[in-house]
């Protein structure tokens, strides 16, 4: 049966992180949210799990990922699910539990990236707080994108698996998870901050061919040439504001 | 052999979600950075990991958990995998997926809330950044915290396992650390917003019950009372800054 998706349909936002795996794997799944309400999806149908108050373990928020009678949300715990399942992670349990605490790092620079068009609040217009947000992208492009893609570098160099190779794994040999993570970070680096982003990945090279090497593989670059691949856009978390990319 | 727990040594922070789950199993740890630099502890000892240029998968920030020839960081991941060894997780995959999506949430909340003093950026000082901190703080209590306490509050209610009980659990009818870790945040929230939390928490009474079977469970009691516990303070995630707190 195929996995159920839901996520917002307009965004790439976190769910992008599951359907680069899901597209990665060749896995069939269906985009809930972004399917025909005749057919039970569209938007109705996910927010119908996020108001059922009859379900015993129902999602904080979206993304979330049904499989069968099981749904689980929060994205670093779909991509753990998944993982073993789409064969995106190694087998012994030191190299799932390196995978995730990877995958986690990347999501916490993601939430930071976020936080940079809403420094104030959540639930405030980009409009009101965009003093604030300059001087958040401007520390978070000084200090801490340097910061995590000089571990992200690093942990690329250390990897014995890396030695002599053109593409560069995040973890043993093959292609994890975190390896379509990171690629879709960069991706969303390049984007909101063509300027800022660029300068820290000069001192990145083994990231960047990590990036190109997930850009050349086939069923991703198949999935990044499809419509199901939602242009990057100003509602989701990486926003092309120039006025932050300094 | 005892775990190492490797964390800032003056802050309870995100190692006391760790330290709690340790305590509550009656584990054997040892708190590196606390110790004695003449039995090869102190801080040097923590640091050392983190500019370790030799080692392969090194922790991107602490807390992280030493176990044998294993690192892990990132606190969600470090009690992913202490909560079997500990028995503070129930024994199938739903479960273990459950409460690690349910510590994720929790783990989301709390870096809002360290966001409340740090709105403009983690590298500068909360003097610097005082008017941003307190419309932030303001969309926190206002927005945030009720929306995470009310989801907390709705799986409590949910758990079927609950009926009838004075002392409600996450998941399943026993304690796990996720249990442990929303003890620690509403602990937190106390003590940095009484107010403003105090007032959230009055429609989460599940969560509350919760909180005190937790403070009761005997070696969190103990530990509570030790001076293993380090009291909050000014330079944690959890500060009294009464000017946030409306």
């Given at each position: 049966?195929?996995?159920?998706?839901?996520?917002?349909?307009?965004?790439?936002?976190?769910?992008?992180?599951?359907?680069?795996?899901?597209?990665?794997?060749?896995?069939?799944?269906?985009?809930?949210?972004?399917?025909?309400?005749?057919?039970?999806?569209?938007?109705?149908?996910?927010?119908?799990?996020?108001?059922?108050?009859?379900?015993?373990?129902?999602?904080?928020?979206?993304?979330?990922?049904?499989?069968?009678?099981?749904?689980?949300?929060?994205?670093?715990?779909?991509?753990?699910?998944?993982?073993?399942?789409?064969?995106?992670?190694?087998?012994?349990?030191?190299?799932?539990?390196?995978?995730?605490?990877?995958?986690?790092?990347?999501?916490?620079?993601?939430?930071?990236?976020?936080?940079?068009?809403?420094?104030?609040?959540?639930?405030?217009?980009?409009?009101?707080?965009?003093?604030?947000?300059?001087?958040?992208?401007?520390?978070?492009?000084?200090?801490?994108?340097?910061?995590?893609?000089?571990?992200?570098?690093?942990?690329?160099?250390?990897n014995p698996r890396n030695a002599?190779k053109?593409?560069p794994h995040?973890v043993g040999a093959?292609?994890?998870?975190?390896?379509?993570?990171?690629?879709?970070?960069?991706?969303?680096?390049?984007?909101?901050?063509?300027?800022?982003?660029?300068?820290?990945?000069?001192?990145?090279?083994?990231?960047?061919?990590?990036?190109?090497?997930?850009?050349?593989?086939?069923?991703?670059?198949?999935?990044?040439?499809?419509?199901?691949?939602?242009?990057?856009?100003?509602?989701?978390?990486?926003?092309?504001?120039?006025?932050?990319?300094?």
């Amino acid at each position: 049966m195929a996995y159920e998706l839901h996520y917002w349909p307009t965004i790439q936002g976190r769910g992008e992180f599951v359907r680069l795996a899901l597209e990665a794997a060749g896995a069939p799944y269906v985009d809930v949210a972004r399917g025909r309400v005749s057919q039970g999806q569209g938007m109705a149908a996910m927010q119908q799990y996020l108001q059922d108050e009859s379900m015993p373990r129902p999602p904080f928020a979206a993304p979330f990922l049904v499989d069968g009678k099981l749904a689980v949300a929060q994205t670093a715990a779909i991509l753990l699910y998944l993982g073993p399942r789409l064969s995106l992670v190694g087998k012994s349990e030191a190299d799932r539990l390196w995978t995730h605490q990877i995958q986690l790092t990347i999501a916490d620079l993601v939430t930071e990236v976020h936080d940079t068009h809403h420094p104030v609040g959540t639930s405030l217009y980009y409009e009101d707080q965009k003093p604030e947000a300059r001087r958040r992208a401007q520390d978070l492009l000084k200090n801490r994108v340097p910061k995590f893609l000089a571990w992200f570098e690093a942990i690329l160099q250390r990897n014995p698996r890396n030695a002599g190779k053109d593409v560069p794994h995040l973890v043993g040999a093959r292609l994890s998870y975190a390896d379509l993570s990171l690629f879709q970070l960069v991706e969303g680096l390049c984007y909101a901050f063509p300027k800022g982003a660029g300068r820290a990945l000069k001192m990145a090279p083994q990231v960047l061919a990590l990036h190109a090497g997930v850009q050349r593989n086939r069923p991703v670059a198949a999935y990044l040439a499809s419509e199901r691949r939602i242009p990057f856009n100003e509602q989701g978390i990486f926003r092309r504001y120039p006025e932050l990319d300094r």
